[in-house]
């Protein structure tokens, strides 16, 4: 098993709401990423999980919260969002160790639009 | 801070043809990896090609071959044989190593391929 799945594809939420994002993946990778990505641009990083510890946060407003309960799967937790957040949210993970140098599997994103 | 610039936003080739797409970079790193991943309209991000800064050797996957030039700092992705399932969002991506796990995205080239 060489993907990441990511659910739900697509998701419409209020400012009010609060919705999770899910990713996970088999592939006994111990580092786990969300991005966000605008149409047209590059997907920037958020978060990093590292071995189910938060590596990296990338200044990310407090109304996006992750979690890596185990090592296989990943959420988002959204919660207050504001119309630009709408976007293409990305998961995916590397080998711990090889890491980015070597390939990152990306999942097919959440498609998430904001009202 | 590393910069990585694709200067052609938009690309279009005709089917069985070849088509280069540029990159290039500015970093002070001697040590380094670079990668060209592939966006199609299935929004999943998938590595095409690395190339590690260290081997003079230009790295080649079947139809897919770089042109690394590194005092250029200019990291080129040639694609042979072009098939109708190239068409896709590239972009080209640098990694200088360490702890930090951020890969610097260029904003990509948008590749056609007209049958």
């Known amino acids: 098993d060489t993907e990441v799945t990511q659910t739900p594809k697509h998701l419409v939420m209020g400012m009010t709401n609060k919705k999770s994002l899910k990713c996970e993946q088999h592939m006994g990778h111990r580092a786990m990423y969300w991005y966000k990505q605008k149409a047209k641009k590059p997907p920037e990083l958020m978060f990093v999980y590292s071995y189910e510890k938060l590596s990296i946060n990338e200044s990310v407003p407090s109304r996006f919260s992750p979690e890596c309960p185990n090592s296989s799967l990943l959420n988002l937790h959204l919660h207050a969002l504001q119309p630009e957040d709408s976007a293409l949210y990305l998961c995916a993970s590397s080998l711990e160790g090889a890491g980015v140098q070597e390939k990152l599997f990306f999942g097919s994103g959440t498609q998430l639009s904001v009202l | 801070a590393q910069t990585v610039t694709q200067s052609q936003p938009e690309m279009s080739v005709q089917e069985a043809e070849t088509v280069t797409l540029s990159c290039t970079y500015d970093?002070?790193?001697?040590?380094?990896?670079l990668f060209w991943y592939k966006q199609p309209p299935s929004r999943q991000m998938i590595l095409v090609i690395r190339q590690e800064a260290y081997k003079q050797q230009n790295a080649t996957e079947n139809r897919f071959s770089v042109n690394f030039q590194k005092a250029a700092k200019s990291f080129s992705l040639k694609i042979s044989d072009s098939q109708l399932g190239d068409a896709a969002m590239y972009f080209c991506?640098?990694?200088?190593?360490?702890?930090?796990?951020?890969?610097?995205f260029g904003k990509g080239t948008l590749l056609t391929v007209n049958p």
């Open positions: 991506a640098f990694y200088s190593g360490g702890s930090n796990y951020k890969l610097t």
């Open positions: 970093t002070s790193e001697s040590d380094y990896y």
